[in-house]
């Protein structure tokens, strides 16, 4: 299974996608922590995402593609896997499908989730009293909220248009979001809770 998770920050990308790599037995990606471990690490290239995200601003499309393409290449994700977090605009979309073409590895679906902007708000407002994520403050929140509609929402229409888009409904208790995905991925109409 490869796999495209969209959906607005906050939306619940990272948390259904560590439930469905355990389903399926495939690779989580996610951009955002990919960044997170190298600020983390306190690598030249994470001292320069961090401003970047604490801001709510995108990283450079090319040190995104690079860091998808070095994952990729690893032979754990001859598998499968769910990208969560990529593509967040439409180079990155295009870069995308280039990658996937050139490495003979087309994705089987796109699942966004769509999530209501003040139920976004309050989810971040939870997660940054808890664990003091710089882009969780509200103002950020909000920022990283306007770059999702100027940059990603469209990447929702580059795979619409192709016919493969899927749209989920994000609220709810997290089994219920799970099923809803399962139910639009191929091949797997069987729930993930009975
Ligand atoms: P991310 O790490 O991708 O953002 P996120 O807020 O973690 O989103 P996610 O949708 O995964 O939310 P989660 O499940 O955690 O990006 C952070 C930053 O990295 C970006 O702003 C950008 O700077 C940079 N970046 C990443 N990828 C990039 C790219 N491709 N290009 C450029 N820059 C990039 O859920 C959020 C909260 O809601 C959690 O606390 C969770 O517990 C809760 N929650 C989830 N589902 C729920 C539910 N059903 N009900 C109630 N609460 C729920």
Redesign the pocket.
Known sequence: MRLV?L????????????RLKDRFGILHI???????AEVKAGTELGLK?KA??????????D??LGM?EARLAQPDAARGFIL??????LV?ADALASLLQRIGQPLDAVVK?E?PGE??I???E??FA??H?A??NPE??KK?LE?YAEQTAPVANFYAQKGELKIVN?????D??TDRILAVLPGTSAAING
Do not use: F
């Open positions: 998770l959906g607005a920050p906050g939306s619940g990308k990272g948390t259904q996608a560590a996610s951009t955002g922590d990919l960044l997170r995402a970047v995200m604490d801001a709510g601003n995108l990283v450079a499309d040190i995104l998808l969560d977090g990529y593509p967040r605009n990155q989730l999530v139920t976004i309050g989810r971040c939870i997660r808890k664990e994520r882009d969780d950020t929140v990283r770059i994000g609220v709810g208790e997290l219920e979001v």
